[in-house]
């Protein structure tokens, strides 16, 4: 099997598809329109369709010559809230939202998946279930869909997923085993002090001394805790305080982001952050309120799976070049379920030209190089051929 010829002839489908969606961005939990395209186009094609599954996610199970095993492919579907300045024909519509990170790509990768699936339903030993996942971008889209019992009828024996990326050319695929991007959280400290007129600062509590100083110290915790071979972030991003410059306010307050590899490390990048927060907001003559939050956790390819995405590779693009060792501190919440069900993510390089590499993710003149789509659907279904091989041979 070679699915690579078969999703080209489809490109021209693919890409109309692609910057249709990027015309009409729809936000977490609001891809309504999306949703029903989607809906319509697996019904059409035969799957069995369910709709709004965690809010606006929609699933399509194929059922092949075997129940077993079942094999997950994901794809998310929302954008951001960014004004588009990428000036493309197809640019975005919707004023203050833009598919700046790919998820229209994804989609459209979806749509050619399920239609070579259902060209050739007959000739896998396995079924299939499709999702097309809202919100990934604020990660609450796949726990969503889990809590809402995307799992309790048969779970997947294998997950599969795809990612365009700008930050590699058009040709370069990232099949990592083991970990590929990073887990994510995020803090936020509310600083309490005495206010106060500015030309007194004896009478008053500086909050905003205060956060300077954490702010500062936060940043000693990935150079002084973290072992110099691992990867770990605490940044802060958004510090708030003040109305005027002759007032020292009540309040400060900070959040930031933390990125880690592993559980262990979560926890002692939390342990430092608390302890370093209470200890110098107290030495500041200052009350502090602490909230953490992880927000995904890292996301780890299988290397089952990785292996068998590598060999797939090599079989429809054999001059491709691979990479096996790329890490990103960057998140997604596809690592729910390659928690709970062995699989792989795959970087698929995306830029293609100067105007698409010089905008990276989340830039609001973002674009891709759209000939990869349909490599990357043929790689989704190659490395689902490839999966089943060992078992074909048991059997």
């Not at 927060?277 to 953490?292: F, H, Q, W």
Request: glycine share 8%; proline share 5%; charged share 20%.
């Amino acid at each position: 099997m070679n699915f690579l010829a078969e999703a080209e002839k489809l490109l021209p489908e693919t890409t109309a598809l692609r910057r249709k969606l990027h015309q009409d961005p729809e936000l977490a939990f609001r891809e309504h329109q999306t949703s029903s395209l989607v809906a319509e186009e697996l019904t059409r094609l035969g799957f069995e369709v369910k709709k709004g599954v965690g809010n606006t996610g929609v699933t399509g199970l194929l059922r092949g010559k075997k129940t077993a095993p079942l094999i997950m492919l994901r794809f998310d579907m929302d954008a951001l809230p960014i004004q588009e300045e990428s000036g493309a024909e197809y640019s975005s519509l919707n004023p203050g939202a833009m598919h700046a990170c790919g998820h229209d790509a994804h989609t459209a990768i979806g749509i050619s998946t399920t239609r070579l699936l259902a060209r050739h339903r007959d000739e896998f030993d396995a079924s299939f279930l499709l999702v097309f996942q809202p919100a990934e971008e604020i990660g609450q889209g796949a726990m969503a869909l889990l809590n809402d019992g995307l799992f309790d009828g048969q779970k997947p024996d294998y997950a599969l997923g795809v990612h365009v990326w700008n930050s590699l050319p058009s040709g370069t695929f990232v099949i990592n085993p083991g970990a590929l991007m990073a887990g994510s959280g995020t803090f936020e400290i509310k600083i309490t002090g005495k206010g106060g007129h500015a030309a007194l600062p004896h009478q008053a509590v500086d909050p905003i001394a205060a956060g300077a100083r954490i702010v500062t110290a936060l940043q000693s915790i990935a150079a002084q805790n973290v072992n110099p071979l691992e990867a770990a972030v605490v940044g802060v991003t958004m510090f708030h305080a003040g109305t005027a410059s002759n007032i020292i306010p009540e309040q400060a307050e900070l959040q930031g982001t933390i990125r880690f590899f592993s559980r262990d490390m979560w926890t002692l990048l939390c342990e430092r952050l608390t302890r370093i927060t209470l200890d110098t907001a107290s030495a500041s003559g200052c009350r502090v309120e602490l909230k953490l939050l992880e927000s995904t956790p890292p996301l780890i390819n299988d290397a089952f799976a990785a292996n068998a995405a590598q060999t797939a590779l090599k079989e429809i693009l054999p001059d491709a070049k691979l990479l096996t060792d790329y890490r990103t501190m960057g998140s997604e919440d596809m690592a729910y379920f390659l928690e709970q069900v062995p699989g792989v993510f795959i970087f698929v390089g995306s830029g293609g030209a100067p105007e698409h590499t010089a905008f990276s993710h989340h830039h609001p003149r973002f674009d891709i190089d759209e000939a990869v789509l349909a490599s990357a659907s043929a790689l989704l279904l190659q490395t689902a051929y490839q999966l089943l091989i060992p078992v074909v041979k048991e059997n």
